[in-house]
């Protein structure tokens, strides 16, 4: 899922210095943030390509998505060269037997927290032994929402070895269940690109 933008030439003998010229614009705009590539492939391609230049592997524990950002990552040849695993964590019992989340913090927090999130990436990057840890838990409806945590809810944790630091960011999104699980992997490979890119 993304946006694509294309650009028509008059003439294409001059398409090297028209390609560079639109990438000058978009790295001088309010869009480079958003923009992974300037060729036609898809995110979870760039993930795999950038992490493989820089020597970095990826691991992820999954709630809400059930492995669909694992799937996204193994649909692409040459995954295994930077992808470890994934832990498909989907209860709170296994969010405390697999990945170490603490009972406190289910408890005082809930399984749909930024804390939560946090010690699921730090669980994740210490069992799979992975440079970049990402983890997902989240509302996908259309059942489990409330006035604070509405559907389309999810916090997206993250772990990695040049920080050695946990961090979680709460996102919201709109959607049917199955749509709102496209855009929470969607989000969760946008991260560990920019994560990458860290390094």
């Known amino acids: 899922m993304g946006v694509d933008i294309h650009t028509k030439l008059e ?14 614009i978009c790295d001088k705009s309010q869009l480079k943030q958003y923009i992974w590539c300037y060729e036609n492939k898809m995110l979870e391609e760039v993930v795999i390509e950038r992490a493989r230049e820089k020597k970095l592997s990826l691991g992820f524990a999954e709630s809400c998505t059930g492995g669909l950002v694992s799937h996204k990552i193994t649909n692409i040849s040459g995954a295994s060269s930077v992808f470890m695993g994934s832990l498909v964590t989907y209860s709170n019992a296994a969010k405390k037997a697999c990945l170490g989340v603490k009972e406190e913090t289910l408890n005082e927090w809930g ?3 930024e804390q939560t999130a946090m010690e699921m990436a ?8 992975v440079d970049i840890a990402l983890s ?3 509302i996908a409806g259309p059942l489990g929402g409330s006035d604070e945590k509405p559907v389309g809810t999810v916090c997206i944790g993250q772990a990695c070895t040049n920080t050695n630091e946990t961090f979680a960011t709460k996102y919201h999104f709109f959607g049917d269940r199955a749509l709102l699980k496209q855009r929470f992997a969607q989000a969760a490979l946008f991260k560990a690109l920019s994560l990458i890119d860290t390094f």
């Open 111 to 113: 399984a749909v927290s």
């Open 122 to 129: 730090g669980g994740a990057k210490e069992k799979l032994q």
């Open 11 to 24: 003439n294409p003998q001059r398409y090297e210095k028209q390609h560079q010229e639109i990438i000058n």
């Open 136 to 138: 997902l838990t989240g």
